[in-house]
């Protein structure tokens, strides 16, 4: 117990500046990780949209159109990492053709269907009917 007292003591005495260099080279899944290990870091994390945005942007190269939609919106950088950070993992697996050889939809793996916008399934669509035309020549 005295070692995770002097863990919290060390951190609280860190100046704020230290702590958000090191949270803006944490990864996305470290981030949301760390912001449910206290109130404290939720807090800064809560107050500091910029550090989500380079994550964003990350994500806007599989989700372009959800993201600029939420943009347009006006919802925050950590917000748009929450909404769309799942569909653009879903995105990227029917990209990839993690899905390509099921047979059905009752045979998809769970949690593999999401809201998206009609421009990410027609590029889904083209990405899957290229690859069947590659298999069939």
């Not at 569909?87 to 998809?108: A, H, P, Q």
């Amino acid at each position: 117990m005295d070692i995770l007292n002097n863990c919290q003591n060390t951190i609280d005495n860190l100046p704020l500046e230290m702590i958000l260099e090191i949270l803006k080279h944490l990864s996305l899944d470290d981030l949301l990780a760390i912001k449910q290990t206290c109130k404290h870091f939720n807090q800064i994390l809560e107050d500091n949209d910029w550090i989500w945005r380079p994550h964003c942007l990350r994500l806007r190269t599989v989700c372009q159109s959800e993201i600029d939609e939420d943009r347009k919106q006006g919802h925050t950088w950590q917000e748009i990492v929450q909404r769309n950070y799942s569909k653009c993992v879903i995105k990227r697996k029917w990209m990839d053709g993690t899905f390509s050889n099921i047979e059905s939809y009752e045979k998809l793996p769970p949690k593999t269907m999401c809201p998206l916008s009609a421009a990410s399934w027609g590029e889904m669509l083209e990405a899957e009917l290229t690859r069947e035309t590659k298999k069939s020549t």
